[in-house]
T-cell receptor, first 113, second 112 residues
């Protein structure tokens, strides 16, 4: 298996632009998680889906952030408009649910200028 | 609520030294417990896990024992290597399909 796939790996954009991060979970996994990691705040859970349905989005910082999972093999995290304080590494993870062992993707490093 | 507390880092050790990274948790019932490792520039990887009290998880020379009486899951390794330098995260999960609760992470630096 290829593992969790994220794209792009690096994104540099200017303040105010829309940013879309993409994630392909491991085939057969039924839960998907979006995390943000910064030096200041560490690893934060933004939102997670179970069977393509958003279960908990309490970690989404503002209305500028939105996430979708149109099918079991694809999810997006969108930031519109982006701000410099959104600069971070964004991770996607998936799990089959058994004992909640999560498999992480390599992350997308976002820089908003 | 559920929470995980890890010892603050960075932890700096010489090669072949003994490692302990403390982790304690707060949760009702019987959570599953995990240690994840993050190498520079990479995502988190599961290092080991334990799903019930007194279980010992082990992998790559690392060990951790699920101690319900002390609500702890300390990570140990008898002889660290430079390649063990990474950030280590302790985590718990309460329910099937539910989210993980992570500790803040502990930076480990091993010097040759």
């Amino acid at each position: 298996d290829a593992g969790v796939i994220q794209s792009p790996r690096h994104e540099v954009t200017e303040m105010g632009q829309e940013v879309t991060l993409r994630c392909k979970p491991i085939s057969g996994h039924n839960s998907l998680f979006w995390y943000r990691q910064t030096m200041m705040r560490g690893l934060e859970l933004l939102i997670y889906f179970n069977n393509n349905v958003p279960i908990d989005d309490s970690g989404m910082p503002e209305d500028r952030f939105s996430a979708k999972m149109p099918n079991a093999s694809f999810s997006t995290l969108k930031i519109q408009p982006s701000e410099p304080r959104d600069s971070a590494v964004y991770f996607c993870a998936s799990t089959a649910g058994l004992h909640n062992e999560q498999f992480f993707g390599p992350g997308t490093r976002l820089t908003v200028l | 609520g559920n929470s995980v507390t890890q010892m603050e880092g960075p932890v700096t050790l010489s090669e072949e030294a003994f490692l302990t990274i403390n982790c304690t948790y707060t949760a009702t019932g019987y959570p599953s417990l995990f240690w994840y490792v993050q190498y520079p520039g990479e995502g988190l990887q599961l290092l080991l896990k334990a799903t019930k009290a007194d279980d010992k998880g082990s992998n790559k020379g690392f060990e951790a024992t699920y101690r319900k009486e002390t609500t702890s899951f300390h990570l140990e390794k008898g002889s660290v290597q430079v390649s063990d330098s990474a950030v280590y995260f302790c985590a718990l999960s309460k329910e099937y399909g539910n989210k993980l609760v992570f500790g803040a992470g502990t930076i480990l630096r091993v010097k040759s």
